[in-house]
């Protein structure tokens, strides 16, 4: 499984699936979709009345450890990767043959260090195309 960040204005960033990660995939992936709804009061009813705006947003949250040559390097590493996520961007799932794009496409990601090794977890939030 690869996924590759965009955001508006920059190029790709490889979240999961780069040659240098410790795991062949994502690991704890987590997949989630809720509806845009509206919700509005009636007069004289028990019950609202509700309707589908027709987007849906959907979460990722997954963790990838990647291995690097030394701790200077995953250090230098984790500051320019991070520096990534200032903006909204498009986001590209890829398992096999099934692919997922995400617009308005939004990352959060926080590092540990154990070594040279960083273990990132990332937490995406988009609306799918």
Same mark, same amino acid.
């Given at each position: ?7 508006? !204005? !920059? ?5 999961? !699936? ?6 062949? !995939? ?18 004289? /009813? ?12 959907? /979460? ?12 200077? *390097? ?8 991070? *520096? ?12 096999? /043959? ?18 040279? =090794? =960083? ?11």
């Amino acid at each position: 499984m690869t996924i590759v960040y965009t955001p508006e !204005g !920059g190029s790709g960033v490889t979240l999961a !699936g780069a040659e240098t990660d410790v795991a062949d !995939g994502p690991e704890g992936l987590d997949i989630g979709t809720t509806a845009e709804v509206e919700t509005v009061p009636v007069v004289r /009813s028990a019950y609202p009345f509700r309707a589908a705006r027709g987007n849906r947003l959907y /979460s990722f949250r997954f963790r990838a450890k990647k291995k690097h040559a030394s701790y200077e *390097a995953a250090v230098s590493y984790s500051i320019t990767h991070i *520096a990534a996520f200032n903006n909204i961007g498009s986001c590209v799932i890829t398992q096999g /043959s099934a692919t997922l794009t995400l617009t308005k496409a939004s990352v959060t990601a926080r590092c540990r260090h154990n070594g040279a =090794t =960083t273990e990132w977890d990332y937490s995406i939030d988009g609306i799918k195309t």
